[in-house]
């Protein structure tokens, strides 16, 4: 198992071991002998694990090795690689500013894909390196397309006017190649946002690990002009008026403004619903032409407690949604919210969202909806905020369609453009973004099969590629279940929302993250109380969930699944000299006494004085992972080592620390 790759000798091994030896490994409780009132923990105090006493486990103890058993460095992280069949991000799809052509990048076959809308033919298609993932596209003034490689750390630049192979069949693909690459350039760890501004002709990408990069738009432009550190888990970003930049954030949905001299705003929080529900988790945000934001977002129902019997996760289910929902709120130029917002009727997770033109009506992708036909959706916008259902709980769905409000409908007649839009049909496949041309019709992308349709057109679906990736634990997490609630909707991309919950009888429990391959650190929940991934199933996507019988095969398959989610990558903010000391302290210390190999946990269920038994849990992708404990008390990594929130002693093996110390273990656990 990953867990236990330690430069340990055999003998240290053996004992690290000794709790670990069963491949399915259940709860085990813990004692420790305090130190007495005047006496100073100088080495980590011995733990005693006993599992529970059944004829089937047998009592073992581990105890903590002496210093001079410890390895000589920290383990070194182990991530699942790219996956052939990604969580999905939404947002991969831009109709160009000539009506005409329109760029799908593909994040699970590493492809981008220039169409010609009108002939329905693919023009070329851009191969990228395996693991590349490629996300947001962009276009700018000279006409070149622009895309986010979330998992390259790049940005890539495309020439959209290469030509069709001559003497191609109708209907068949071009070979994938790098024939209208033209640059990749490194940007940061983990790209996410990307947009484009023509007063400064420049690229701004936002970035997870907290960088806003600007940089010029050329390819021969290789160097940033400006590089700006926000918080984490940037999302997207928006050029809107007098040169401001707004910038989001992906779980706790809130807005950075950045000026033209780069004066940065203290981030606003997106307000609350009618109904007091809480903002989280901001799939996407898009510009208006008044300089505001939609942005679309998550509610849900934090300040309620939530019962673990079965079908608890419907309770508070209605026409509105259930107990996760979508809503998109206006943000102002200023970042503060113009209104409050309303869930989105029959949404479950939107994932991405496309303004009509004249801005009277959105189109949004529901990534986890049971029925295909609601895959996308259609709300108008009045002033920009919410058109009430009769009873005005929620954002009532308008009629199908492109926008009633089209500025010159008739423009681009003839071999030029799309002709105006016509009768609505529904999407096809597993839809996973949306783009409106200037006339009003609507394009969506759909990754399995990976397919462009056009929706308001009477016409058969443009193929963009015969490689098929369709996973059954891809489909089953994005499926929701008749409570109106998914896998996706509490871990979004595969990891975590960074919500807090409140269960009944058990207290505040923190959503954990599922990256990182999580299959050998059973058991599962905080409380160690779910031995294995059947047991999960069971309880909770069968039981709380609703989600009806999933046999053993499609359980299988969803555990296979999750297993090869990778983390994020990193971005190492502290210098080479901290991460090396944090690094010797995390060893030192006592840390990898119970976060060991490069699961970095041991997988036992503890007591360290935070208030019961809990596991071990693992460390892939820290610094993306506030807020830490399982009742999310510490807003940061420094405060996990308050007094009010970090637990006693057994929470701290190597004693106290000092600040100088603290902060150099925190910048190297943001670099996991």
């Given at each position: 198992m990953r867990r236990f790759a330690l430069t340990l000798g055999a003998s240290s091994?053996?004992?690290?071991?000794?709790?670990?030896?069963?491949?399915n490994r259940i709860p085990v409780q813990t004692t420790t002998t305090p130190p007495s009132a005047d006496e100073t923990p100088t080495s980590a105090p011995s733990i005693v694990a006993t599992a529970p006493t059944t004829p089937d486990s047998p009592t073992t103890t581990s105890v903590a090795p002496p210093d001079d058993l410890l390895p000589a460095a920290p383990p070194t992280p182990v991530t699942p690689g790219p996956m052939k069949a990604r969580p999905i991000s939404g947002g991969t799809l831009r109709v160009l500013a000539n009506d005409?052509?329109?760029?799908?990048?593909?994040?699970?076959?590493?492809?981008?894909?220039?169409?010609?809308?009108?002939?329905?033919?693919?023009?070329?298609?851009?191969?990228?390196?395996?693991?590349?993932?490629?996300?947001?596209?962009?276009?700018?003034?000279?006409?070149?397309?622009?895309?986010?490689l979330r998992g390259g750390g790049a940005v890539a630049t495309i020439d959209p006017t290469q030509a069709r192979p001559a003497g191609l069949a109708p209907g068949a693909l071009p070979a994938a190649s790098t024939a209208a690459l033209l640059g990749r350039r490194s940007i940061c760890a983990a790209p996410r946002g990307l947009a484009y501004e023509k007063a400064t002709d420049e690229l701004h990408v936002a970035c997870a690990g907290g960088e806003l990069v600007s940089i010029g738009a050329a390819p021969s432009a290789t160097s940033p002009t400006r590089s700006i550190n926000l918080g984490r888990d940037l999302r997207d970003v928006v050029v809107s008026t007098n040169g401001r930049l707004m910038v989001s954030t992906f779980r706790s949905a809130e807005v950075y403004t950045v000026d033209g001299i780069g004066t940065v705003s203290h981030a606003q929080p997106v307000s609350k619903d009618f109904q007091g529900r809480a903002s989280g988790v901001a799939w996407r945000m898009v510009g208006r032409d008044d300089g505001s934001c939609l942005m679309l977002h998550e509610l849900?129902?934090?300040?309620?407690?939530?019962g673990t019997f079965p079908g608890a996760?419907?309770?508070?289910?209605?026409?509105?949604?259930?107990?996760?929902?979508?809503?998109?709120?206006?943000?102002?130029?200023?970042g503060q919210s113009a209104s409050p917002s309303a869930p989105l009727a029959g949404a479950v997770v939107g994932a991405d969202v496309a303004i009509a033109p004249g801005g009277d009506k959105m189109a949004v992708v529901s990534i986890a909806t049971s029925d295909p036909s609601q895959q996308v959706q259609f709300f108008d916008l009045v002033s920009g905020g919410p058109v009430f259902n009769s009873g005005g709980g929620c954002w009532v769905q308008s009629s199908q369609g492109a926008a009633s409000s089209i500025p010159d409908a008739n423009a681009g007649t003839g071999t030029d453009a799309l002709p105006p839009p016509d009768a609505?049909?529904?999407?096809?496949?597993?839809?996973?973004?949306?783009?409106?041309?200037?006339?009003?019709?609507?394009?969506a992308q759909s990754r399995e099969p990976a397919t462009l349709q056009i929706l308001t057109q009477r016409r058969a679906g443009i193929v963009l590629s015969q490689d098929s990736r369709f996973d059954d634990g891809h489909q089953l997490f994005h499926q929701a279940t008749t409570n109106q609630i998914a896998c996706v909707s509490c871990h979004p991309e595969g990891g975590e929302d960074g919500r807090v919950w409140n269960f009944q009888n058990l207290g505040l429990r923190r959503t954990q993250s599922l990256r990182g391959g999580i299959m050998d650190t059973a058991p599962f929940h905080w409380s160690g109380d779910e031995a294995n991934m059947t047991n999960l199933m069971k309880d909770v996507f069968q039981g709380r969930m609703a989600g009806g019988t999933v046999d053993a095969s499609r359980t299988t398959a969803l555990a296979g699944w999750i297993d090869q989610i990778p983390t994020v990558p990193a971005s190492q903010r502290a210098d080479a000299a901290t991460v090396a000391r944090g690094g010797a302290l995390f060893v030192s210390a006592g840390c990898v006494t119970c976060h060991m190999g490069s699961d970095f946990t041991s997988g036992l269920t503890v007591d360290v004085g935070t208030g019961g038994m809990f596991?071990?849990?693992?460390?892939h992708g820290l610094g993306l992972r506030a807020p830490y404990m399982h009742n999310g008390c510490a807003a940061t990594l420094k405060d996990r080592f308050g007094s009010s929130c970090g637990g006693d002693v057994r929470h701290s093996v190597g004693g106290v620390l000092s600040d100088a110390q603290i902060s150099d273990l925190v910048g190297y656990l943001e670099t996991l």
């Open positions: 091994l053996a004992t690290l071991m000794a709790c670990t030896t069963s491949p005409r052509v329109a760029v799908a990048a593909d994040a699970d076959r590493d492809l981008v894909y220039v169409v010609d809308l009108v002939s329905g033919e693919v023009s070329s298609v851009v191969q990228l390196p395996f693991g590349d993932e490629p996300g947001r596209v962009v276009e700018d003034a000279s006409g070149r397309v622009h895309v986010a849900s129902t934090q300040s309620q407690q939530v996760y419907g309770v508070q289910k209605s026409v509105c949604g259930g107990l996760v929902t979508s809503t998109v709120t206006v943000v102002a130029p200023d609505f049909l529904p999407a096809n496949g597993q839809v996973v973004a949306v783009a409106y041309d200037s006339r009003g019709n609507l394009i596991q071990v849990p693992q460390l």
